[in-house]
């Protein structure tokens, strides 16, 4: 599914952030979010190190209901 979301990355790219995302975070969705910020070039650590960064920096749209 994930290589179909991210055409413009390589297969295998494609199907580590959908393995990575499936297993961290909590909205799939999240694997096209990654799929924008990823390079050709990059590799599984460069995609690590992005979903680390959501993980910690990203609004939780939880927090966005409690305030309305």
Known sequence: M???ALPKLSSSLARYI????WKRMDDIRDVISIGKLVRKS???EDV???IKTLLKYGVNDNRIEEEI
């Open 48 to 50: 690590d190190r992005i």
């Open 2 to 4: 994930s290589e179909k």
């Open 42 to 44: 990059d590799g599984p």
């Open 18 to 21: 959908g393995v990575s995302v």
